[in-house]
């Protein structure tokens, strides 16, 4: 692989995830620095990682305890850590999803909301962050349905 020093670990509550997963890396290597873990992200331990990217994830995450699952993340962080967050927003205003604008988000909902997803908007984003003790993030980009934000731990 690109980086043959580095460890990396995927996390996923799923057993049929992570069995996808590890299928996945067998076809396709395997890469020996690959680890899979079958485990709430809530339970990660303090000060594991250089850094956690979180891509697609956060509205999959179960809206009780995505504060308490962003609060692990930052923790199992070590100091200058990075966390990297890539989600899909909802509209500030429930009626654009009715002027066919927000496609993506529009088909995200339709299609995981049975499953207990739910997107939030830009400021209910920055609201979880805030209070999960993630005070310094920074936005990457973002459009009208997708923001990108990284916060390096202090």
């Not at 680890?35 to 697609?56: G, Q």
């Not at 962003?70 to 989600?87: E, M, T, Y």
């Not at 049975?114 to 979880?128: A, I, K, M, N, T």
């Amino acid at each position: 692989g690109r980086f043959p020093s580095s460890q990396f670990t995927g996390i996923d509550l799923s057993g049929n995830a992570i069995h996808l997963a590890k299928n996945r890396n067998d076809q396709i290597g395997p890469l020996n620095n690959v680890t899979f873990s079958n485990t709430c992200v809530t339970k990660l331990d303090v000060s594991i990682a250089d850094c956690i990217a979180m891509i697609e994830v956060l509205h999959e995450i179960r809206f009780e305890i995505r504060t308490q699952a962003l609060n692990a993340c930052w923790r199992a962080l070590k100091p200058d850590g990075i966390f990297f967050i890539i989600d899909i927003l909802a509209p500030e205003d429930p009626v654009a999803y009715n002027k066919g604008q927000r496609i993506l988000s529009s088909l995200i909902q339709f299609f995981e909301a049975p499953w207990g997803s739910e997107l939030v908007s830009q400021s209910r984003f920055f609201d979880l962050l805030k209070g999960a003790g993630i005070t310094n993030a920074r936005t990457i980009i973002e459009t009208d349905e997708i923001i990108a934000v990284f916060a390096i731990k202090e």
